[in-house]
């Protein structure tokens, strides 16, 4: 069997696969906003007893290797009665960690909002919530859009780890095609082809909402 003839034969199984991958990447980003919106607002508050928790976390799931997160969620937590489906449990540990790293990006954001903003909300007799919420995150968050982009086409590869607790993907439906024909050259090849071109259409949707995002701020 030639090349091409092998590729034909996979393309079925492989593009399936990678259309749960741009699902489970989807999920997980907005798993993962969910998550680290919150958090980023903790770490910026003036009360320590808020940051701390939301440090730790940050702390804990960007310094430890994701695929160590989804074996603890996928095999570890079932000792202690908490049992997940291999989806749930993948998009779990992607939303958990995306949202650590968004986190970083909404603070950072935040925090680059000039302190005049904050002043002039407060001279007009807004309070922290109004102000953050009105002024300030709105702002924030067109600064934090390339940032979180970039999360996302990471999320894209990332969904790769999920294979190892059989959570059908790109890459687990790239191994069973390998299994059935022993090719893995061919096979790998398209699979990084096929994550190429999604990092790469996620990178033309960035480039257009941040061309909006502009031009909805200079109108404003």
């Given at each position: 069997m030639d090349w091409m003839e092998l590729l034909e034969l996979a393309a079925p199984v492989m593009l399936k696969g990678a259309g749960y991958t741009v699902l489970y990447a989807v999920a997980a980003m907005l798993g993962g906003l969910l998550i680290g919106f919150p958090v980023a607002v903790l770490r910026i508050v003036p009360w320590k007893l808020a940051r701390w928790p939301a440090a730790f976390?940050?702390?804990?799931?960007?310094?430890?290797?994701?695929?160590?997160?989804?074996?603890?969620?996928?095999?570890?937590?079932?000792?202690?009665?908490?049992?997940?489906?291999?989806?749930t449990a993948g998009v779990l540990a992607l939303s958990?960690?995306?949202?650590?790293?968004?986190?970083?990006?909404?603070?950072?954001?935040?925090?680059?909002?000039?302190r005049g903003q904050w002043s002039a909300s407060y001279s007009l007799g807004m309070g922290y919530g109004a102000t953050l919420r009105w002024i300030v995150l709105p702002q924030a968050l067109r600064i934090a859009v390339p940032a979180m982009s970039n999360t996302l086409i990471s999320l894209i590869k990332d969904t790769s780890l999920v294979s190892v607790i059989t959570m059908a993907e790109l890459m687990l439906a790239t191994k069973e095609v390998i299994a059935t024909t022993f090719q893995p050259l061919p096979l790998y090849m398209a699979a990084a082809a096929i994550y190429w071109v999604l990092s790469l259409a996620f990178e033309a949707v960035q480039r257009h909402a941040e061309r909006r995002?502009?031009?909805?701020?200079?109108?404003?």
């Open positions: 976390y940050v702390s804990l799931f960007r310094g430890t290797p994701l695929l160590v997160q989804l074996f603890v969620i996928y095999y570890g937590l079932p000792s202690v009665g908490i049992e997940f489906s291999p989806v958990l960690n995306s949202g650590a790293y968004l986190s970083e990006s909404l603070r950072g954001a935040i925090l680059s909002v000039a995002l502009n031009r909805s701020h200079q109108h404003g």
